[in-house]
C-alpha cells in the first residue's frame, strides 16, 4: 500500500542512519513521536505497541518521570564532570548502588564497575582489561580472544573481532581472535520450550582451540549467555557450565556479554543469576538507564580488577576511559532507573510471565513458514523460512504489516525477535501475539 508522506515529516537527506537501508527507509520511513509505558506513537499520532523495549533496553517502559526528574535535577546541578584524574560523587553513587546488585550476588564479587557509553564500548573495554589483567599477572602471551559464531558484541574493532556476524565482519580487519561453533540447531531443537535440550557437546570446541592455539595464547572467551541480536539464540542445558569449567581449567577469562539479558531480561537480575554461571567480567549497557540516556558499565571482579591495581601508587593502572565515562547525568538517569527496579521488582517480573510468554508465542506454531519458535524469560523469536533466492524478505514484510498494524517488532534475516519492556501485562502479550499472528497468515 503506497505511503501517503505525513506533514510532520523531516527532512530526510542527512541523517546517515545505523544499521538501515537508507534508501529503502527514506522512500516509506516509520518514524516514532513519542512513548509512554507500552506504547510509542507514530508522527501521525498512531500508537504501536512496543514489543522490542527499544532495542532491548527500555525495561522500564517509556517515559518514566523519575528518570526525567533525576535528569533534569542533574543537568541543572553538574552538567558534565571529568573522571580522568578528577571525580564527581554521582558516578562513585552509581558504582556503589551497581556494586550492591552486582551479577551472581556478593559471592561472586563482580563489584568493581568500569563505565562507558555503550554496549560496544563495554565491549572493547572487557576485552582491554581481560589482555591487560593477564599481562599483569604474567601471562603477557595470551592476546587472543575467543569468541562464537553468530555472536554480537557490538560494532568495535574489538566487538566485531570475536563476533560471528559475517556482515559485520566481512568489510573490516579485526584483532586476533577465533570462535566456537554457534549452538543454534533446529534440526534437534526446532520449538523448544526455554533452554535447548540438544548441544552441550558444542562447548568442547573451547577445548578444541585451546589444543589449536595453546591455552598460553588466550586471554579470554567471551560469549553472550543468550544472544539476542543474532535472532535469539539459546545455550543448550549444561553449556555454560561446561565453558566455565574449560575456562577455568586454562586459566582463561570469561567474559559475559550481558547489553541484553542484563537488568532482568531473563526474569532475575542478570544471565549470571539466571544460569548460576559466574563469569569473570560481564558487560552491560542498555537497561542500565532504561535506554534514556547513553551509558555501558563493565562489572569486574575483584580478582581481575586488584590484579591490575598493582605498581607505584602514582601510575595509571589501566590506560584506557572515555570522556564519558561515568557522565553525570548518565549516572543519574542509571541510579534512578535502579530505584524504580527495586521499587516495583522489575528485575524479577519477568520470571512470573515466563510461562504466558512461552505459551502464548509457542501458539503461533502452525502458521504458514514458522520453522521455529524460541524463548527463554521476556525473549521470545519466531524464525521463518526464507522466500528462494530472497533471503530476510519475508519477516520484513512481517515487520512492515506489524508496524502498520500497531506493534513494533524486530527482524534479522528472517528472525523475528521480541522482548518487550519488563512491565507488560498479560493482555499486551496476547495483544503481541494476536498482531504478529495476523501478520504472519497474511505473509506470503
Ligand atoms: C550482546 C550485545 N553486545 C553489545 C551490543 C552493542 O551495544 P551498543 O549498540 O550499545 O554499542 C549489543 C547491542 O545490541 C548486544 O546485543
New binding site residues.
Partial sequence: MPQTPSSNMPVLDNFWMPFTANRQFKSAPRLLAGAEGMYYTDIDGKKVMDGTAG??CVNAGHGRKRITDAVERQLRTLDFAPTFQMGHPVAFDFAAKLGTMSPGGPSAQLDRVFFTG??????DTALKIAIAYQRAIGQGTRTRIIGREKG????GFG?ISVGGLVNNRRVFPQIPADHMRHTLDLDRNAFSKGLPANGIELAEDLERLVQLHGAETIAAVIV?PMS??AGVILPPKGYLERIRAISEKHGILLIF?E??TGFGRLGTPFATDYFGVVPDLV?T??GITNGAIPM?AVFASRKVHDGLMTGPENAIELFHGYTYSGHPVASAAGIATMEIYEEEGLLTRAAGLAETWQEALHSLKGLPHVADIRNLGLVGAVELTSRDGAPGTRAYDVFVDCFRNGLLIRVTGDIIALSPPLIIEKEEIATIVSILGDALKRAA
Avoid: F, M, N, Q
Fill in positions: 532495542l532491548w555503550s554496549g560496544s564500548e563495554s565491549v554480537y558484541h557490538g560494532v566487538g553472550e539476542g541480536s556479554d547489553v541484553i558487560t549497557a542498555k555501558g
